[in-house]
Nanobody, 124 residues
Framework: VHLVESGGGSVQSGGSLRLSCAAS????????MAWFRQAPGKEREGVAT???????SYADSVSGRFSISRDNAKNTLYLQMNSLKPEDTAMYYC???????????????????WGQGTQVTVSS
């Protein structure tokens, strides 16, 4: 699965951004999809997941502010980010893995398909 993220940028605290991830696979709807992020000097951490049935889960740090969604007809994954904070500054990656156990699946080593990342910078 080839994944390409877009939509990153620089915003002020409290602003919003929408990230997209285009997947090149005819079996896109089959996969558990996720967003991860990695700040300089920190480990890559899971942000949100969405299963093939549309069920979602979120890290506590973004719950209530971020929303993950998918459009299976367009083979595209989204992350709507609202009320952004400086601590949300990071490189954001989308990832794919086979279905099963998608809920709260934030272990980076469980995913074998990754995009190249898109940078999000939030200034105070």
């Amino acid at each position: 699965v080839h994944l390409v993220e877009s939509g990153g940028g620089s915003v002020q605290s409290g602003g919003s951004l929408r990230l997209s991830c285009a997947a090149s696979t005819y079996r896109y709807s089959f996969y558990c999809m996720a967003w991860f992020r990695q700040a300089p000097g920190k480990e890559r951490e899971g942000v949100a997941t969405i299963g093939r049935d549309g069920s979602t889960s979120y890290a506590d740090s973004v719950s209530g502010r971020f929303s993950i969604s998918r459009d299976n007809a367009k083979n595209t994954l989204y992350l709507q980010m609202n009320s952004l904070k400086p601590e949300d500054t990071a490189m954001y990656y989308c990832a794919a893995r086979p279905p099963g156990g998608c809920y709260l699946a934030f272990g980076r080593y469980d995913y074998n398909n990754w995009g190249q990342g898109t940078q999000v910078t939030v200034s105070s």
